[in-house]
């Protein structure tokens, strides 16, 4: 029940920091931004701005020059799940219980929101970051960020795995996909928090590794959802990965199994932490909850 309360406040501490950066809606091209802010206020758990914040935090940070990070990278994010949505790939009309983007307001208009949130991720990071009197570390964290989102990463996952759809892959190709698609991005969540504190580079691997293992437990945990998951707490259409004809870690190597690569994952994770003298306790149980989440 506490962290349940701890992690209520961090969101809605990340939720009032990230409003700030929401564009204002006006002018000509006043759609575009209704279309940016409807996903961007469709809600969501903010996990990984949160771990970018628990990160500075652990890793000894004291000023605010995460903020427009965390921003950023729900705005990438949430870009990623806009195009996912779209009829060429996962085609999905619910999204966190509401109408997907492109069934709001059309096909043209999503993937014009997509391409406007992730640019606009990087005007933040910049603009905002380079305020502060640290331009090294904010180039180092914008440019972690990048690899991240680009095609050594999330994008690299995605095209993977739509080539791979209805097809019989190996663990080796599935664990490629997810640790790109899903984890490089909360890997670059842990890593730039300690980039962005200041801190020594043993420190910024323990995180990068971290997150690297909560990032892939957080997929295989949406696969086992997939199948056994509840529509109206998932707020989306469980058994998509079935219909489609999907690899995924169930399919491969079974329920049990794949709840016993989490299980391992998780206690790996919670292992980095431990040359972290204090402030590791929200992000020993954060990997708990990754683990055991029902949506």
């Known amino acids: 029940m506490i962290f349940k309360s701890e992690m209520k406040d961090r969101q809605n501490f990340i939720e009032s920091k990230i409003e700030v950066f929401n564009p204002k809606e006006y002018g000509y091209q006043k759609t575009i931004f209704e279309a940016m802010n409807y996903s961007m ?3 969501g758990k903010r996990i990984r701005p949160i771990i970018l914040m628990e990160s500075y935090k652990i890793c000894g940070g004291k000023e605010d020059i995460y903020i427009p990070f965390s921003a950023a990278i729900e705005m990438i994010h949430t870009y ?30 999503a993937i ?27 180039l180092a964290a914008s440019c972690e960020i990048a690899k991240a989102a680009g095609v050594n990463g999330m994008i690299a996952g995605q095209v993977v795995d739509v080539e791979s759809e209805g097809q019989k892959i190996d663990k080796d190709k599935l664990d490629f996909i997810h640790k790109n698609k899903t984890a490089a991005i909360i890997y670059a969540c842990a890593k730039v928090g300690a980039i962005l504190s200041g801190c020594d580079q043993e420190k910024i691997d323990a995180m990068g590794r971290y997150g690297e ?10 696969d086992i959802l ?24 169930p ?14 994952l998780i206690k790996g994770a919670k292992s980095e932490l431990e040359i972290f003298s204090e402030e590791k306790e929200f992000l020993c149980e954060l990997a708990d909850y990754i683990m055991n989440r029902s949506s």
């Open 41 to 43: 206020k469709a809600g």
């Open 80 to 109: 990623s799940l806009i195009h996912d949505d779209l009829p060429a790939l996962d085609n999905d009309d619910l999204r966190r219980g509401m109408l997907t983007n492109h069934k709001k307001f059309g096909e043209a208009t």
């Open 112 to 138: 014009l929101a997509g391409d406007a949130l992730l640019t606009n991720a990087f005007e933040v990071m910049l603009t905002e970051g380079l305020k502060y009197d640290c331009p090294e570390r904010v």
């Open 213 to 222: 293992k909560i990032g892939l437990a957080f997929q295989i945990v949406d």
């Open 226 to 249: 997939d199948i056994e998951g509840d529509e109206k707490l998932l707020g989306k259409h469980v058994g998509s990965d079935i219909e489609n004809d999907k690899s995924t870690y």
């Open 251 to 264: 399919s491969l190597i079974g329920l049990d199994k794949s709840k016993e690569v989490v299980s391992d």
